[in-house]
């Protein structure tokens, strides 16, 4: 009973708190103090009720137990990270975005591949990664080089999409002014069209990220080394190893959140033109 009236107690503390924020002048500090609450507050009462309810641990175990297993197989975890992240997710990433970026410009100079390909596109897209993920492991062998093939395939539609509205958004008045000029296409296209869609091309490559690490993860449940984020949740839940499933869970959300955030750092830098910028604290 006591841990029950504890959790309670630390959503009373975390409520009461972030009312309390709330009130203040809006800053950095405070737009950082109120998830941080939140979250720690969520952890607390986890704890609580999860042993308060005795719930067992291989249904949901306490986050107590999940960081003495993340601290205790910190090798196991570096190793599914490289794997997964830094040759799976990234390297797919970085090639799909790239590839997009650059046929969005081939789109945009020749209008009859935008007729063609983007219907095609959003064919794919909406394709389930489920059916394309073993296809394209035996395609490319059960090693990173499937799973960044899984990447690709995941990012580069939505980034292609992104960069061909980005590069149209630019003004007609403008694009006259740049042919007044007597600017070449690529001219108008790297001192006035690129620039333009930089808003776009990061919208774009955010949701990359995301789609990057899931689609990593998830083609590494149709076949994989002995290594790998999806391969250790898939075999640990088959061990009922619970523990270090949700530590691989952790490791994947700080991951995800920190590329992200990486993302939307470099967004802030070479976007600080645009409104949206100028108008955030």
Same mark, same amino acid.
């Given at each position: 009973? !006591?841990?029950?009236?504890?959790?309670?107690?630390? +959503?009373? =503390?975390?409520?009461?708190?972030?009312?309390?924020?709330?009130?203040?002048?809006?800053?950095?500090?405070?737009? $950082? &103090?109120? /998830? @941080?609450?939140?979250?720690?507050?969520?952890?607390?009462?986890?704890?609580?009720?999860?042993? !308060?309810?005795?719930?067992?641990? =291989?249904?949901?175990?306490?986050?107590?137990?999940?960081?003495?297993?993340?601290?205790?197989?910190?090798?196991?975890? +570096?190793?599914?990270? #490289?794997?997964?992240? %830094?040759?799976?997710?990234?390297?797919?990433?970085?090639?799909?975005?790239?590839?997009?970026?650059?046929? &969005?410009?081939?789109?945009?100079?020749?209008?009859? $591949?935008?007729?063609?390909? $983007?219907?095609?596109?959003?064919?794919?897209? &909406?394709?389930?990664?489920?059916?394309?993920?073993?296809? $394209?492991?035996?395609?490319? !062998?059960?090693?990173?080089?499937?799973?960044?093939?899984?990447?690709?395939?995941? =990012?580069?539609?939505?980034?292609?999409?992104?960069?061909?509205?980005?590069?149209?958004? *630019?003004?007609?008045?403008?694009?006259?002014?740049?042919?007044?000029?007597?600017?070449?296409?690529?001219?108008?296209?790297?001192?006035?069209?690129? /620039? &333009?869609?930089?808003?776009?091309?990061?919208?774009?490559?955010?949701?990359?990220?995301?789609?990057?690490?899931?689609?990593?993860?998830?083609?590494?449940?149709?076949? *994989? /080394? #002995?290594?790998?984020?999806?391969?250790?949740? *898939?075999? *640990?839940?088959?061990?009922?190893?619970?523990?270090? %499933?949700?530590?691989?869970?952790? @490791?994947?959300?700080? @991951? !995800?959140?920190?590329?992200?955030?990486?993302?939307?750092?470099?967004?802030?830098? =070479?976007?600080?033109?645009?409104?949206?910028?100028?108008?955030?604290?």
């Amino acid at each position: 009973m !006591g841990w029950i009236v504890a959790g309670f107690a630390a +959503w009373a =503390v975390g409520w009461w708190a972030n009312a309390l924020l709330a009130r203040l002048p809006k800053s950095r500090a405070t737009g $950082l &103090a109120v /998830p @941080v609450i939140f979250g720690l507050t969520v952890i607390v009462m986890w704890e609580c009720f999860v042993r !308060g309810l005795d719930v067992s641990s =291989v249904i949901l175990p306490p986050p107590s137990a999940i960081a003495a297993r993340f601290a205790a197989s910190t090798g196991i975890l +570096w190793e599914d990270f #490289v794997q997964t992240v %830094v040759k799976g997710a990234l390297t797919g990433y970085v090639l799909g975005c790239g590839a997009a970026v650059l046929m &969005a410009i081939a789109v945009d100079r020749f209008p009859f $591949l935008q007729r063609g390909l $983007l219907p095609v596109g959003n064919f794919v897209a &909406a394709l389930p990664i489920i059916g394309m993920a073993p296809i $394209l492991v035996m395609w490319f !062998g059960f090693d990173w080089q499937s799973k960044a093939a899984v990447v690709v395939v995941m =990012v580069f539609f939505p980034m292609l999409v992104n960069t061909v509205q980005g590069l149209q958004s *630019s003004d007609r008045m403008q694009r006259d002014l740049m042919r007044t000029y007597a600017s070449s296409y690529w001219q108008t296209l790297f001192k006035l069209r690129l /620039p &333009a869609a930089m808003p776009f091309i990061f919208n774009g490559l955010k949701i990359a990220t995301t789609l990057a690490l899931i689609g990593a993860i998830v083609a590494e449940f149709f076949g *994989s /080394p #002995v290594r790998g984020m999806g391969f250790r949740i *898939s075999t *640990s839940v088959g061990q009922l190893a619970l523990d270090l %499933v949700w530590a691989e869970i952790v @490791v994947a959300a700080i @991951v !995800g959140s920190a590329f992200y955030g990486g993302v939307a750092l470099l967004e802030k830098a =070479v976007t600080f033109w645009h409104p949206s910028q100028r108008g955030r604290a």
